[in-house]
């Protein structure tokens, strides 16, 4: 994928959606969601079919 200005800025606001509710690295492409979390969240789903992130389920500790 060519990156363009729009490409670059989508991805951008794609970030600022998903940090309020999940935890990413950017160097990584990685995305940390919750194990009990639904999966279906279209921000993460488009930064995972568009920008090659992966997503990784987190078991919180208590």
Avoid: C
């Amino acid at each position: 994928m060519i990156a363009t200005k729009k490409s670059i800025y989508r991805k951008y606001r794609l970030h600022q959606k998903i940090k309020k509710m999940y935890r990413y690295q950017y160097s990584t492409k990685t995305i940390f969601v919750p194990y009990n979390e639904d999966l279906q969240n279209k921000y993460i789903l488009e930064l995972q079919r568009n920008y090659d992130y992966q997503i990784q389920l987190e078991i919180p500790i208590t």
